[in-house]
């Protein structure tokens, strides 16, 4: 897959690194304010999914006519490093209308053309009250899928109402109406946790009463510049404590100054800079860091600990972790609309699953920086942690001598596939020697500061598929992988000390 030529920072700062010619990004990639943001629904041939006549007879023409005007008087409002959050912010209710308006065309409900018009009057009432200046927290905030309200309540403190909406026509609908009260948590953030209401939702089933209690969702909001940036944590999925929340997964997003300021409150509206222009973002992740003060916090980390780390590094082990910094880059530019849009959430992959998506970003970006910043290059035998961009290995030596090797190597957005490893086994004649009994067993040997797991697996894999007719050879050595035969376990890791970021890994998507 085509990756962006702006590298991420940790790479850029070498010249061995400097990108090449532009190189075109898959259309999933690409940064969603690099499209147009004028609205397609009416035409007649191909040119909309709703038919001009249909749009005129229901006032929907009007309304997109109101609505691409309403944004560019916004857009030309706004700084230019905020100017593609709001273009993203534009084309995710494109998208968002488009499909409702596909489910619109097959059907005659009333419900549905009402929900249809009134997501259209919200969109042009948010657009046309966007404001800019505003010095603080207190006041209202929009975006494609709703808006917030926060009041201040003393002491620092705020008051957050949030009124979500995502109709993505049909039965694809996501609402969500939430309060929590917040307070200063550091780092220019304000924190808390979502106020739960005690009755349980009529369409939830309720929790069991013996297993031990969920932990609420909470929220976290900082100014990002011209843009209140909001990030919602769900640790259950299953939380069943809202009665007016079908779901959170839209909280977390960038919200545009509404209304008139009225506000005397003060925040700090420092945009905290990555490393890459925030006004030419290239692909969606580079959109998400501009957007998220952590996220852009964490890029320049990661440019300092790579700066910082060379001059310790052999010449052999600096080229492989180049190498495996390429494919992490590369990684990190999928990981974002990987997540917005889950391929394998097949009921909702329309959805904009903005929660995940950029805690995704944040782990990969914190799980590299524990890499990075904690790189043992002092460590001499097997036992530790080693990382790279598409495995992990935790090796623990027994009082016996017996080695444990635990891991996983996944492939990147594909949640079927992937090796796990576990290993026993011992070293002698200063070679580990695996227990298991078979025509490859699993290996691990030391290269320089780096550790090679099953070397030779690349070999072994090529051969499980040797017949003519390309089916399994039977003759083969069994395959360590899931999903296909010919996946390979080989994996060349790198060391890295205890982490919160990495000590509990565990296999999932990647």
């Not at 259209?120 to 808006?147: D, K, T, Y």
């Not at 910094?325 to 849009?341: D, T």
């Not at 067993?441 to 690349?458: C, S, Y």
């Not at 376990?489 to 060391?495: D, E, I, K, Y």
Request: proline share 5%; hydrophobic share 35%; net charge negative.
């Amino acid at each position: 897959m085509p990756c962006s030529p702006r590298f991420a920072a940790a790479v850029a700062a070498i010249a061995v690194l400097a990108s090449g010619p532009s190189v075109a990004l898959d259309d999933d990639l690409r940064a969603s304010s690099s499209g147009p943001t004028a609205i397609r629904l009416c035409g007649d041939g191909g040119d909309g999914t709703i038919k001009i006549a249909d749009c005129r007879k229901a006032g929907t023409e009007r309304l997109v006519t109101q609505i691409d005007r309403a944004f560019d008087v916004a857009l030309g409002k706004i700084p230019a490093n905020i100017k593609p959050l709001l273009k993203r912010d534009q084309a995710w209710f494109n998208e968002m209308i488009i499909d409702a308006a596909e489910v619109l065309a097959d059907s005659d409900a009333d419900e549905l053309k009402e929900s249809f018009a009134q997501a259209l009057r919200r969109r042009a009432a948010a657009l046309e009250g966007m404001a800019s200046g505003r010095p603080g927290f207190a006041g209202n905030w929009v975006n494609a899928f709703g808006n917030i309200t926060l009041t201040p309540a003393g002491g620092g403190a705020y008051r957050l109402a949030a009124d979500l909406r995502g109709d993505y026509g049909g039965d694809r609908r996501r609402s969500c109406k939430l309060t929590a009260d917040l307070k200063p948590a550091g780092s220019g953030w304000l924190a808390g946790t979502v106020a739960i209401n005690t009755d349980t939702a009529a369409d939830k089933p309720k929790a069991d009463a013996a297993a031990a209690p969920a932990r609420p969702p909470s929220v976290k909001l900082r100014r990002q510049g011209e843009t209140l940036r909001i990030v919602g944590s769900i640790d259950d999925e299953e939380w069943d404590g809202f009665v007016d929340c079908s779901s959170m997964w839209q909280v977390t997003g960038s919200y545009f100054a509404a209304g008139k300021d009225t506000a005397s409150d003060r925040a700090d509206t420092a945009f905290v800079v990555p490393t890459f222009d925030c006004t030419r973002p290239e692909t969606a992740t580079d959109e998400e860091i501009c957007a998220d003060p952590d996220l852009a916090d964490n890029d320049r980390r990661l440019n300092r600990a790579w700066k910082a780390l060379q001059p310790h590094l052999d010449e052999a082990t600096r080229r492989a972790l180049i190498d495996d910094q390429r494919n992490w880059v590369k990684s990190q530019a999928q990981q974002y609309p990987e997540f917005l849009h889950p391929a394998w959430n097949k009921q909702s992959s329309q959805v904009h699953f903005t929660v995940d998506a950029r805690d995704h970003v944040d782990e990969l970006q914190r799980e590299r920086l524990a890499l990075l910043e904690g790189f043992d290059d002092k460590r001499s035998g097997l036992a530790g942690i080693w990382l790279a961009h598409n495995a992990i290995i935790k090796i623990t030596t027994e009082s016996n001598g017996t080695l444990k090797a635990t891991g996983w190597k996944w492939d990147q957005g594909d949640w079927k596939a992937g090796c796990d490893y576990e290993m026993t086994g011992k070293i002698v004649g200063g070679t580990f020697r695996s227990d298991e009994q078979r025509k490859n067993p699993d290996t691990l040997e030391r290269d320089h500061a780096m550790l090679i797991v099953n070397r030779q697996d690349d070999l072994f894999a090529k051969k499980r598929y040797s017949n003519k007719d390309g089916t399994e050879n039977k003759d083969a050595d069994e395959a360590k992988c899931k999903r296909r035969l010919d996946n390979s376990s080989t994996a060349r890791l790198f060391p890295a000390r205890p982490s919160p970021d990495i000590d509990n890994f565990k296999g999932s998507i990647r």
